[in-house]
């Protein structure tokens, strides 16, 4: 049965209306991926040896590395759930046509389920800890006490796996453990109460007993059988269609008038977000953005030259690369009928693009806070902002016109829906919108000034400002050049 499935997949794969952009895409990320669990192989290999040498050192109190590595592996799982929860794509299915075949629904369930259990996310711990463990049988450790501690370490990530689903699809499920890795997060990072003086001893209690991994495996196959019977209870057409009955109100966008025929696409896109979970968490994500540039401000960053000028165009940018980088995917779900009608694509780009714009301005409002951290951290917003409007705002239009991939705004209801609003494709995408700032700051920044380099970013921006009616006529032309193929792609709903 699993070989009538892979069969439905590349074929779906090969005759996507978008398979060489897709082609494309996978490979530049399977290059990634290999890389990365290069460097993991690598990592569980060394980390014995470079904890060692620490610890004779000095640099580090422990009695061996093995002591560190139980230590710190709760804030290694902890960073497992966040990256899965923000990259891992859901086990969708397409329930429809599979309904229609001869599939029985605990098959597709079980198909979609372990198609988690064999990704990449879980397929990057084990390349950690399995060379780890040789290196712990090869430095003499008991062999049924490091076999017991990796079948443990294998139980744990099998069961964020699950849980990661489950918070992907119930809100229960999501505000409590958000609650809970933000408290610790907190009162750990300030010293009020550090969890590893109760973690590191469970951790070691897996090594001591052999028969305790039991215990993460049995909670991995719980979960698992679980998620099985949920999805299976959902599998239907008309799952989450049901909803909660609300007065209905009206909403007053009056105020955007102003921009005059614009004003239309600007309301229907405000009422998405307030209205469409999926557009919410972006807009939200997108937001959050602004506190980035926290991440630089540390000794190791600090030295880097162009780090500033980074967090500049993160902070005020997260609404623009989110949300205007699924642009006009948005739309897709009607795109066809919106080209059917009298639509200058003019207005409907224009509508996009002041949207990104406003958006970025109140994120560089709220960016305000950094000037307490130094005139150096505020300008770097402003030139940040600059760019992102003038410029940035642009080059996401341009590469709009190649975005092929449709968006169910009605997938977070589903049982296997696929509610990601930031996944790998879109980080993929944010490579030329960064680059290019990046080698204009050098550009000015190392051979004259950081000044210099601040001020190269804010002209490019105000440029792009002065030559926006230029640049949208070569952007009208794109989309115009790719409406059909667009349009096919978005009538495809696999």
């Known amino acids: 049965m699993l070989k009538y499935f892979l069969s439905l997949e590349w074929k779906s794969f090969l005759r996507s209306a978008a398979f060489k952009q897709n082609l494309a895409i996978k490979i530049i990320l399977g290059f990634f991926a290999f890389i990365i669990l290069l460097e993991f192989i690598g990592l569980g290999a060394g980390s014995y040896f470079i904890l060692e040498e620490f610890i004779e050192d000095g640099k580090i109190n422990a009695g061996s590395p093995f002591e560190v590595i139980n230590k710190f592996l709760i804030f290694w799982f902890v960073v497992d759930l966040v990256f899965r929860y923000a990259m891992q794509k859901m086990p969708v299915a397409n329930i429809k046509p599979l309904l229609y075949l001869p599939f029985t629904k605990g098959k597709i369930v079980k198909y979609a389920l372990g198609k988690t259990v064999f990704s990449f996310f879980t397929l990057l711990p084990a390349m950690f800890f399995i060379p780890f463990s040789i290196v712990l049988l090869a430095k003499g450790y008991d062999v049924a006490g490091v076999i017991s501690w990796h079948l443990a370490m294998l139980g744990i990530t099998l069961s964020l796996n699950f849980l990661n689903i489950f918070i992907n699809n119930k809100d229960v499920v999501f505000y409590p453990v958000a609650a809970i890795i ?25 090594y001591n007993n052999a028969w ?7 909670t991995a196959v719980f979960f698992g059988w679980y998620a099985y019977k949920y999805f299976k209870g959902q599998l239907y057409l008309d799952a989450g269609l049901k909803s909660k009955v609300k007065e209905a109100k009206t909403e007053d966008l009056s105020f955007l008038d102003r921009f005059g025929k614009i ?11 307030k209205r469409n979970k999926r557009a919410r968490t972006t807009f939200i994500m997108g937001f959050l953005f602004v506190f980035y540039g926290f991440f630089f401000m540390n000794d190791i960053y600090e030295q880097i030259n162009g780090m500033k000028i980074f ?77 992102n409007i003038g410029f940035n705002s642009s080059v996401v239009l341009w ?34 919108k960064l680059i290019l700032p990046i080698v204009i700051y050098y550009a000015f920044g190392l051979t004259i000034s950081e000044s210099a380099g601040f001020i190269a970013i804010a002209v490019t921006g105000i440029l792009g400002l002065l030559f926006r009616n230029k640049i949208f006529e070569i952007i009208e032309g794109l989309y115009k050049e790719e409406k059909y193929d667009t349009i096919a792609a978005y009538a495809q709903k696999n």
């Open 212 to 218: 305790s991994f039991v215990l993460p495996i049995g």
């Open 182 to 206: 933000g408290v610790f997060a907190i009162t750990q990072y300030y010293g009020i109460f550090d969890i590893t003086i109760y973690t590191q001893p469970i951790f070691e209690f897996f």
């Open 263 to 273: 004003s239309t696409y600007l309301k229907n896109d405000i009422k998405l977000i």
């Open 399 to 432: 590469g709009g016109a190649y975005v092929k991939t449709p968006i169910d705004l009605t997938s977070n209801k589903k049982a296997f829906g696929d509610s990601k609003a930031f996944n790998a494709k879109t980080l993929l995408m944010l490579i030329p």
């Open 311 to 387: 967090a500049g165009l993160f902070c005020t940018g997260g609404f623009l690369f989110s949300f205007g980088g699924l642009v006009p995917s948005w739309d897709s779900s009607y795109y066809k009928l919106m080209m059917s009608q009298n639509i200058p694509y003019r207005e409907f780009l224009l509508s996009k693009w002041w949207l990104m714009v406003i958006c970025t301005a109140v994120s560089f409002l709220i960016c305000t806070f950094y000037l307490y951290f130094g005139l150096d951290w505020w300008l770097a917003m402003v030139c940040g902002a600059i760019y």
